[in-house]
């Protein structure tokens, strides 16, 4: 059984910055891709960034690009997603994932089966 636990959302100014944690449990944490998505009211959820098991390669939606950096600590079996110069357009629950295998489509949900309860995170104007 996987577990995904999350932590670090809550209320900042826009222009600020948090940092989410996702500490993983029930599996090798170190050999699968990890995965950050979002949903706000009333609209689908959306990705927003991935990295490779090995953490060579990263992945962001353009929404976030140059913003918001995905990072893995295999010795702690978390993933973080730090946060910078944040905008009321990113208010949404924040979600960790952990895909149903190596393969897939890193960007599209479906290819993630482990789910985090959800963080809210809230960027006023």
């Known amino acids: 059984q996987v577990t995904l636990l999350e932590s670090g959302g809550g209320l900042v100014q826009a222009g600020g910055s948090l940092r989410l944690s996702c500490a993983a449990s029930?599996?090798?944490?170190?050999?699968?891709?990890m995965g950050w998505f979002r949903q706000a009211p009333g609209k689908d959820r959306e990705f927003v960034a991935a990295?490779?098991?090995?953490?060579?390669?990263?992945y962001y939606t353009d929404s976030v690009k140059g913003r918001f950096t995905i990072s893995k600590d295999n010795a702690k079996s978390t993933v973080y997603l730090q946060m910078n110069t944040l905008k009321p357009e990113d208010t949404a629950v924040y979600y960790c994932?952990?895909?149903?295998?190596?393969?897939?489509?890193?960007?599209?949900?479906?290819?993630?089966?482990?789910w985090g309860q959800g963080t809210q995170v809230t960027v006023s104007s």
């Open positions: 994932a952990s895909p149903k295998s190596p393969a897939g489509d890193y960007a599209s949900a479906m290819t993630y089966g482990h």
């Open positions: 990295i490779s098991w090995n953490n060579e390669r990263t």
């Open positions: 029930g599996r090798t944490f170190r050999l699968y891709n």
